[in-house]
């Protein structure tokens, strides 16, 4: 059997995630006039995706450790081809928004797992580099996904955006079966939903505080991201297709830091990995908030982009050791805790927004994230280590 890892077709299915779940937004009013529907009804399709795609994941762990993770992948990448086919044949809006619903279920079995196999096949040392690799792709699916469905939208039309990403799916789930053939593919226990696995988990002290911590990470580092789009609305009267470019330059910042990886990590290591993501992110939502000129909102974005994935991948990479005989769903658990701590940090500091306006919840946001980073650098003095079965 091979030990090479297909980084590339992992790096794929991260990208068809990502832009899978945003390459809608630019297609929302196309939408509203094809169904003949307001824009705040036709949204719910995005919502659509995200909730099962968070919820999911709690389910296609414990089958990726039972049937093999690149096993569950292959079968996760056909369902979504299916779906996203499907979405293109949608008669009705209810149609269209129960398809993508059924699109995010499968798309949650895309990342994780990859996550989780690197974890099996990388020593930890070398771990956050290669699952930086991976990251790669889906933050370039970040970046393209608005570009690419509002060109597809305009030459191929909306339907036409579901059958591309079907087919590039479809590709993808055969060349990774292919390469299968000729891959270790572990499996580990039973796929049941064992609640001693999640006793285990939440019942370490190391691994419950990870995974707790994961959810304030959520929620202050990522809690803030949809309110981005209207504080430069409202500030500078910015046009969508302006804040949809620079809100781009996220990605950016994502992808600087899956470049720089290989040398940044082992030089810093995690404590001091953390702190500069950490400081990033803080600084760059402190800056946003004391600005004049929304150009520079620009060095904003890829500052909040370099400093959000360079902090989360020490998180994912600790999280990738909690549970070795159970690691799809160690990593599975550890996304569904990010995935709460986003929505929760976005009711938050959306009702704070109300009461406080923008730039005072940005700034308390900020002051939450330096707090959190001086907790993560003191948990992070603590050995990788691994809770085990009994």
Request: include cysteine; glycine fraction near 12%; charge should be positive.
């Amino acid at each position: 059997m091979s030990t090479r890892i297909p980084f590339f077709l992992l790096a794929a299915a991260g990208f068809l995630s990502s832009a899978g779940a945003r390459v809608i937004d630019p297609l929302i009013p196309v939408l509203a006039n094809e169904f003949q529907s307001s824009i705040a009804a036709v949204s719910l399709v995005i919502a659509a995706f995200t909730m099962p795609y968070g919820i999911s994941q709690l389910l296609l762990g414990p089958l990726g450790d039972r049937f093999g993770k690149l096993r569950v992948m292959v079968v996760a990448i056909g369902a979504y081809a299916i779906t996203m086919a499907a979405c293109a044949l949608a008669a009705s809006l209810l149609q269209l928004t129960l398809l993508r619903t059924l699109t995010g279920a499968a798309a949650a079995g895309l990342v994780p797992l990859s996550l989780a196999y690197v974890g099996d096949a990388v020593p930890y040392q070398m771990r956050q580099v290669a699952m930086s690799r991976i990251t790669a792709g889906f933050t370039i699916g970040q970046i393209m996904a608005g570009p690419l469905g509002g060109v597809f939208g305009d030459t191929i039309g909306w339907r036409g955006v579901f059958l591309v990403f079907a087919a590039v799916a479809l590709v993808l789930a055969g060349a990774l079966a292919n390469r299968l053939r000729s891959l270790e593919d572990p499996r580990q226990g039973d796929g049941r939903f064992e609640f001693a696995t999640y006793k285990l988990l939440f019942g370490t002290p190391f691994s419950r505080t990870l995974l707790l911590t994961c959810i304030a990470e959520g929620g202050l580092f990522a809690g803030c991201f949809p309110f981005l789009a209207p504080y430069m609305r409202m500030g500078w009267g910015l046009s969508y297709t302006r804040i949809g470019l620079t809100l781009a330059c996220f990605g950016i910042g994502g992808l600087g830091y899956a470049v720089v990886a290989r040398r940044l990590i082992p030089a810093l290591g995690e404590p001091l990995l953390f702190l500069l993501g950490g400081l990033c992110m803080a600084v760059g939502l402190l800056v946003s908030t004391l600005i004049s000129d929304p150009l520079i909102f620009i060095s904003v974005e890829i500052a909040l982009g370099f400093g959000y994935f360079t902090a989360h991948g020490v998180l994912q990479a600790r999280a990738s050791e909690l549970l070795p005989e159970r690691r799809s769903t160690a990593v599975s658990v550890f996304a569904f805790m990010l995935f709460v701590g986003q929505s929760l940090g976005a009711l938050v500091i959306g009702s704070l927004v109300e009461v406080i306006g923008f730039r005072t919840a940005l700034r308390l946001d900020a002051t939450g994230i330096v707090l959190l980073t001086c907790w993560v650098i003191h948990l992070l003095r603590r050995p990788a280590g691994a809770v085990r079965l009994a």
